[in-house]
Each structure stands twice: as C-alpha cells, then as structure tokens.
T-cell receptor, first 109, second 115 residues
Framework: AQRVTQPEKLLSVFKGAPVELKCNYS??????LFWYVQYSRQRLQLLLR??SRESIKGFTADLNKGETSFHLKKPFAQEEDSAMYYC???????????FGAGTRLFVKA | DSGVTQTPKHLITATGQRVTLRCSPR?????VYWYQQSLDQGLQFLIQ???????AKGNILERFSAQQFPDLHSELNLSSLELGDSALYFC??????????????FGPGTRLTVL
C-alpha cells in the first residue's frame, strides 16, 4: 500500500539554523514525490517536486530510493519559512496523491 | 492565485444536517480532488473525479458523496453531520492526464463547523 510518513508533527529551529523535514514513503513502483507548503492564511501550494530537481526558496529535497526517503532541507532557516509542510506521493498518470500528516515548522527569531 | 475556487468559505451547521460544498477547478483541468483537513488527521484524501467520472476513492464516509458536472465543477455533499465532521475541506485540480504532471492546485478551502 502507498504510504507517506512524516515522523515529526512539529519542528522548531532558530533563524539561521539548518532545517530538515523528514519524509519516508512506501510504494512498490516508481513514485513521484512532492513537497507542498501551507503558509498561515494561505492555500496549500506546491513547493517542489523531485522530478524537477530544483531549489525553491532555498529548499532542496533528494529522492533516496534505497532509504525510501524524500527529506526536505534548507541550510539556513528564515522566519518566513514558518508554515505547515506536507510530503506527498503520486504514482503518476493523473491518479490520486497521498499526503503525509504534515510537519509544522516554526522558525524562531 | 491557482484559479481553483471554493464556496462557501465558512459553513456553520448543526448535527444531523446536510451541506453541499462547491468547487470550480482551474480552467482546462479535468480532475478534481477532495480532501479533509483536521487537526489530528492531517490531509486526508476523500475522492477524485476525472471528466465527470469517479476515478479514485479514499477515506470517504458513506454519509459523504460527490459528483462532477459537465462544466467540470464538483460538489461534495455531507449528510447526517456529526461533530467530528468539523474540518477544513479542500478541493484541488489538475489536468489529470496520463503522462502529465501530477502537481495539484488547491482551492482556499471551506471551513465546516458542526455544532
């Protein structure tokens, strides 16, 4: 069965510190992995997807098929990064996307 | 702005009642997805429609139903409401095509409060 696990419900770091939001998945095929972000009072939006291999707002995520992980990282956290982050998995082909439970990131001044 | 719209923004109702939530997808998107977001459950996938037909079902209760109309807007019907149904209900859309990107574009959500 497809599953996305985000082990941390809340992550609190100081501004300027590195941050890593963990995501592990279970899927037998080759999934597409995503990170979505929800800032306060805003709608959920795509942050990045593994296919694009890009860095958005200083965040990167590498798909590790051996460890079935897709951790989100940023070397220096900013206060404006405080938000809810969801890791998500899709099997492609326009079918449903499975979301993790989410991690709330709080960046302290 | 992602282009996905949802109405109403807020809905307050009583237990046992029935409500209808509406979603209009982005122009050109054929797939609509419904999610329930509650504090303790995170984002739960409910159901997906593609071009008017049900494509995938998630953790949707029998008291809930949905449909997608010819103009591609979708409605989520919640009946015999219980206190535990209080949540934020999101709609998302994408082209939904095989081989196409699976990025989902979310609406602002409808906050349902059952008293």
């Amino acid at each position: 069965a497809q599953r996305v696990t985000q082990p941390e419900k809340l992550l609190s770091v100081f501004k300027g510190a590195p941050v890593e939001l963990k995501c592990n998945y279970s899927y037998s095929g080759s999934p597409e992995l995503f990170w979505y972000v929800q800032y306060s009072r805003q709608r959920l939006q795509l942050l990045l997807r593994h296919i694009s291999r890009e860095s958005i707002k200083g965040f990167t995520a590498d798909l590790n098929k051996g460890e079935t992980s897709f951790h989100l990282k940023k070397p220096f956290a900013q206060e404006e990064d405080s938000a809810m982050y969801y890791c998500a998995l899709s099997r492609g082909g326009g079918f449903k996307t499975i979301f993790g439970a989410g991690t709330r990131l709080f960046v302290k001044a | 702005d992602s282009g996905v719209t949802q109405t109403p923004k807020h809905l307050i109702t009583a237990t046992g009642q029935r409500v209808t939530l509406r979603c209009s997808p982005r122009s050109g998107d054929l797939s609509v997805y419904w999610y329930q977001q509650s504090l303790d459950q995170g984002l739960q996938f409910l159901i997906q429609y593609y071009n008017g037909e049900e494509r995938a079902k998630g953790n949707i209760l029998e008291r809930f139903s949905a449909q997608q109309f010819p103009d591609l807007h979708s409605e989520l019907n919640l009946s015999s409401l219980e206190l535990g149904d209080s949540a934020l209900y999101f709609c998302a859309s994408n082209p939904g095509l095989a081989g196409g990107q699976d990025t989902q574009y979310f609406g602002p959500g409808t906050r349902l409060t059952v008293l």
